[in-house]
Every structure is written in C-alpha cells, then in structure tokens.
C-alpha cells in the first residue's frame, strides 16, 4: 500500500476536492506507486507547455475553472525512488484511478484515452483504452496524442 508524500498533497491545493478524493483513494488501491506533479497551472505556464508541443490547448483544465478549482492533475509513476514515464505503468495507474473515480461516482478523463468521456463507463482496461485511441487516431490519419500521466474531470 503506497502514500501520498507531502508533496504531492501540496500540488493538490487548489485542486477539485473529488478528484483530490479520487487521487488519495487511487494511491491506496494501485499496485503502482505514484505521486501528484502538477494540480494548478498557471496561465503562463500553460502557454510554454503549448509552444513547447508538451500540451495541445490554452483551455486546459490544470487552469482555475470557473468554481475557483483546478481540474486536473498530472501524476508520475515510481519503481521505487525512481520517476518513470513507463506507459504500461500507467496503465495500472489509471485502472486505480477508474476504481476510486467509481467509487465516488466522479466522472474521469485520462489523457492516454481522450475518445472516451468517462473512463468509469469504459468496460475494458485502461491499457484497451489507450490501444483503442491509438488505432482510432491512425484509423483517421492523426497522431495520438498519449498524455499518459493526465487525469481531467470531465
């Protein structure tokens, strides 16, 4: 059983208390540790990650929304002390994350999955749901945009 380290409950402040709930409910169920690397962004911020290609739009939902909140939270995967951008691991991540998004009947969004709305509706494994992105983004001839590490309530 992991835990979240200080930390990452300080990247949680200004963040929306349910998906907060999800995140602290999601670190006690996974069989992956992780930690919280970004809940608020600001407006600046938010612009270098679009010129950097590192985000796709200035309507990001790491951004104070409109009750005063953050909407999402971006995550890092450990194998020990060690950071990890491991996909497969945050499959196993995001599986957690759509456990604890049921429980509390929260609506999710994972960034390796944009098509689906609600990762709590999706019937498979969040590594189906990634397989199933990329096949439907080349299907239309778009490259996927994997953000492996983004959780959005949605």
Not at 118 to 136: C, F, P, R, S, W
Request: glycine letters at 8%; a negative charge; hydrophobic letters at 35%.
């Amino acid at each position: 059983m992991y835990k979240l380290s200080d930390r990452s409950k300080s990247n949680l402040k200004g963040v929306h208390p349910k998906l907060i709930a999800v995140v602290e409910r999601a670190i006690e169920i996974t069989n992956t540790d992780f930690g919280v690397i970004e809940g608020v962004r600001s407006i600046e911020t938010q612009r270098d990650y679009v010129e950097r290609g590192v985000s796709q739009t200035m309507k990001s939902k790491h951004l104070t929304q409109y009750d005063g909140n953050s909407h999402a939270v971006d995550i890092m995967a450990y194998i020990g002390s060690r950071g990890s951008w491991e996909i497969t691991l945050y499959d196993n991540i995001a599986d957690a994350m759509k456990q604890a998004a049921t429980e509390y009947c929260v609506s999710l969004k994972w960034g390796a999955c944009w098509h689906i709305d609600n990762i709590v509706d999706y019937k498979g494994t969040m590594q189906e749901a990634t397989d199933e992105y990329v096949k439907l983004r080349i299907s239309q001839g778009r490259r996927p945009f994997i953000d492996g590490p983004h959780f959005e309530l949605s």
